[in-house]
Antibody
Framework: QVQLVQSGAEVKKPGASVKVSCKTSGYTFTSYGISWVRQAPGQGLEWMGWISTYNGDTKFTQKFQGRVTLTIDTATTTAYMELTSLTSDDTAVYYC?????????WGQGTLVTVSS | DIVMTQSPDSLAVSLGERATINCKSSQSVLYTSNNENYLAWYQQKPGQPPKLLIYWASTRASGVPDRFSGSGSETDFTLTISSLQAEDVAVYYCQDYYSSPPVTFGQGTRLEIK
């Protein structure tokens, strides 16, 4: 069965970076892109960016351009999201999701807390 | 970018009654070459990731009960739960995937039991 399993919760200080992993299984990794979506406490869903698992192309929403890096490791069918220059506004649950037009399977989410 | 606006922001419905959630997009999500509306609905329960309910505006995802239905075209869409069950308490989001990526979510509608 399709699974996306994310790395565990993180606590970071302002100005630091965080890297979240998303291990996929149960499907052909290179047939679907990976989108990253975040959700601040009590808030809605915010799409951050997308990476093609076929050729590594990326797209980002303007808000995160330059501050987020998306990478993949096809050997381990794992996707990564790194966010730099963290502030308290980046405290959120970060989700990876399998994407081919639709985001049909999602990871369980990774809580990133930014606090001094 | 397309902006998705849901209404209402919250909704309280009695068990067994109908619940209706609306979603309006700032531009058409109907792709004329295949006559498909690139509109999806998700359900999110507390502490869980979103779950795909409806895609192509009206196609139920695998395993989704038939009390859930989607309708609409171009810029105006509706998610209907025909007979509300206790397990349907959640936040519901519409999403356009017309220019995917990026995708855009509505702000969410919180559904509660009256």
């Amino acid at each position: 069965q399709v699974q996306l399993v994310q790395s565990g919760a993180e606590v970071k200080k302002p100005g630091a970076s965080v890297k979240v992993s998303c291990k996929t299984s149960g499907y052909t990794f290179t047939s679907y892109g990976i989108s990253w979506v975040r959700q601040a406490p009590g808030q809605g869903l915010e799409w951050m960016g997308w990476i093609s698992t076929y050729n590594g192309d990326t797209k980002f929403t303007q808000k995160f351009q330059g501050r987020v890096t998306l990478t993949i490791d096809t050997a381990t069918t794992t996707a990564y999201m790194e966010l730099t220059s963290l502030t308290s506004d980046d405290t959120a649950v970060y989700y990876c999701a399998r994407e081919h037009l639709l985001t049909d399977y999602w990871g369980q989410g990774t809580l990133v807390t930014v606090s001094s | 970018d397309i902006v998705m606006t849901q209404s209402p922001d919250s909704l309280a419905v009695s068990l067994g009654e109908r619940a209706t959630i609306n979603c309006k997009s700032s531009q058409s999500v109907l792709y004329t070459s295949n006559n498909e509306n690139y509109l999806a609905w998700y359900q999110q329960k507390p502490g869980q990731p979103p779950k795909l309910l409806i895609y192509w505006a009206s196609t139920r995802a695998s395993g989704v009960p038939d009390r859930f239905s989607g309708s609409g075209s171009e810029t105006d869409f509706t998610l209907t739960i025909s007979s509300l069950q206790a397990e349907d308490v959640a936040v519901y989001y519409c999403q356009d995937y017309y220019s995917s990526p990026p995708v855009t979510f509505g702000q969410g509608t919180r559904l509660e039991i009256k």
